[in-house]
């Protein structure tokens, strides 16, 4: 059992901090499940710790382990950002690609996320993204880091699962996605389209980049008129609005829809 | 400036405890947005708490509200489940309804919550349900008190919009849409059927009571079982799963969109 006092594991209860993660390029992932999407991307996992609990509970998961440190419950504690911790905990590379690769891909399907602070919708909108076949996940503007602890945990995994780019200036990630051959959807409560004629139109079959703005704010209006589109998702009812993270669910489900009758 | 000791004060403050409010049918509605949508349904505000510099901000709002007190900063804080306490909360009669009279005008679009025991997601399947002009929404099972601190600041005030009925049998609850001549489709992982099928098929076009399991253990067997259909919305990328409210989303989406093209 690792001394509460030993160095890596001083290191990794660092990176429950922000800047630790930057300066590091480190991250933890917490709880066996995403500790076992993790450990599937080679090269991924550097370090797990675990208490004698975890490792006897998830010994088959942690055969495959690069390198599993026992610590004590205490330690587990201190590495964990949840209520109830898990008693395993992964650090892990962080994996944001840049963009241009992506772009070069030609991919389908994006989300574009623009000042996203809320990190539990940030990581349901990576989940749902890769659920509907997205090929990658932008983070632009003043957005939530994405290796913050509630974000991976609200991902269940996806953050492994499709190409993550953060750091993006918002303007110039548009203008990427619209040279690339993507059409850029805007997303705002008074978008000049309602969802459902883009639908019955089919103009959901071509390759898209949805961009979704502020939980509180939305999106800014230099951003709005340089997408090809605002969008509004249909208010049947007396909400004033949706939930960004049912929005994004909508919309990217409409496109995945329409790509599948499209081909 | 009512003392920290006033006895309503410690009324209103013993509601964030589940078993007060069960006991009082009363519950606490947190910052300007909820209580202004609370104060515009008549006769369910009882009493409105603010602190000096909320009733200052708030005076437009304040003025339709029936009893206005003003209380202390500390004592805002004890009143308020949030980190950063607005100053302003209300106290409300609880608003659910019972099932025969929702069900005896003929509803078009429901959703049933068995066993959802997550507050931010519930919450977030009412606004959802709203925007998507569902008729009311049901609480069936071991599933999360409507009243919850979480739960109403998610539900973003559409708790007040639609009807909402609490404590069902999940089996009954089921049975009595189907009697009602809703169409019961139970959504799991594993479902018969999967969403894009029923909607070119224009199975969603019929008034639809969607039924929704818990976050982590899904639906019972038999309530698969006593549903006219179980469907899986589809997952085309590499997440297991969709996080419920996204799901819900898809699905109540789906039958709001369908219900509109075949009118």
Redesign the interface.
Known sequence: VLSDNNARLAAARGLTNPRARRETGRFLVEGAPAVAQALRQPGVVQQVFATAGARYRHADLLAGAPEVAEISDRAAAGLSETVHPQGLVAVCRAVDVPLEPVLERRPRLLAVLVGANDP?NAG?IL????????DAVLFAGDSVDVYNGKLVR?S???LF??DLVTGLDPAAAIQACRAAGLRTLATTGAGARQL?EL?DAGELAVPTAWIFGNEARGLPADLLAAADQTVR???????????L???A??CL?GS??AQ?VGQ
Not at 127 to 134: E, S, V
């Open positions: 539990g349901t989940r749902t993204a890769d659920a509907a076949g997205a609200a269940a995994g996806s699962h499709l459902d639908i998702v249909p208010i049947y009812g007396k909400a004033e609005s949706l939930n993270a049912a929005a669910a909508v489900y995945a829809r599948r």
